[in-house]
């Protein structure tokens, strides 16, 4: 059965400085999607960031990055250059299926950083 | 362009009433999803739609809650009757579906608050 695992409750970080969120997947199916979402306390999950399972590269999006390692089935969301605004609950998310648009998420329990100024 | 509408935002009941909830998708977005969101925990999958078929509702408890999406756009998610333990924020999401990409990105709204008395 899928199931992701996110291990940190909550974390701490300082302006300005990098983070790191862990998240580790478990699927037989070598095909798959990961996410993952920031949900500030207003509510709305806000996607952040996908890595497919055939892709070569680990994902970027601007301060956003994905450091992907396969074999060891974790998919770690790095932030760098904190801001105050990064403050939320971040949850990693699997679809099984790197073509299974349509596909249900699996999400984790998610990790609530803090920013401090 | 407008992003994912869900009304009421808050809603509080007593046990045994009925409520419903409504949620507007993306436009042109043909899969639509309920996840059901507790405490402290990840979004969990309750029906998926593509446009107006239910094509998973296996994690719906069917005994209280339906779903429907006349037309293949708008949808709304009723519980009757609602009970203690249904206290939790009920999240839409739409996507493009097979229509899409392979990332086919799920966008949520802000999701309805429901607290059970």
């Known amino acids: 059965a899928q199931k992701i695992t996110q291990t940190q409750p909550g974390m701490f970080v300082q302006e300005k400085e990098a983070v790191t969120l862990d998240c580790t997947y478990d699927t037989s199916d070598p095909s798959y999607g990961l996410f993952w979402y920031k949900q500030p306390s207003s509510g709305e999950m806000i996607f952040l960031i996908y890595?497919?399972?055939?892709?070569?590269q680990n994902a970027t999006e601007g301060r956003y990055s994905l450091n992907f390692q396969k074999a060891r089935k974790s998919a770690n969301l790095v932030i760098s250059a904190s801001q105050l605004g990064d403050s939320a609950m971040y949850f990693c998310?699997?679809?099984?299926?790197?073509?299974?648009?349509?596909?249900?998420?699996?999400f984790g329990q998610g990790t609530e950083l803090s920013v401090k100024p | 362009e407008a992003g994912v509408v869900q009304s009421p935002r808050y809603k509080i009941i007593e046990k045994k009433q009925p409520v419903a909830f409504w949620c507007n998708p993306i436009s042109g977005h043909n899969t639509l999803y309920w996840y059901l969101q507790n405490l402290g925990q990840g979004p969990e999958l309750l029906i998926r739609y593509e446009n107006e078929e239910a094509v998973d509702d296996s994690q719906l408890p069917k005994d209280r809650f339906s779903a429907e999406r006349l037309k293949g756009v708008d949808s709304t998610l009723k519980i009757q009757p609602a009970e203690l333990g249904d206290s939790a924020v009920y999240l839409c999401?739409?996507?493009?579906?097979?229509?899409?990409?392979?990332?086919?990105?799920?966008?949520f709204g802000p999701g309805t608050r429901l607290t059970v008395l």
């Open positions: 890595q497919g399972s055939y892709d070569q």
């Open positions: 999401a739409s996507s493009l579906g097979l229509a899409g990409t392979p990332t086919d990105t799920q966008y």
């Open positions: 998310a699997m679809r099984e299926g790197v073509y299974n648009q349509g596909g249900k998420l699996i």
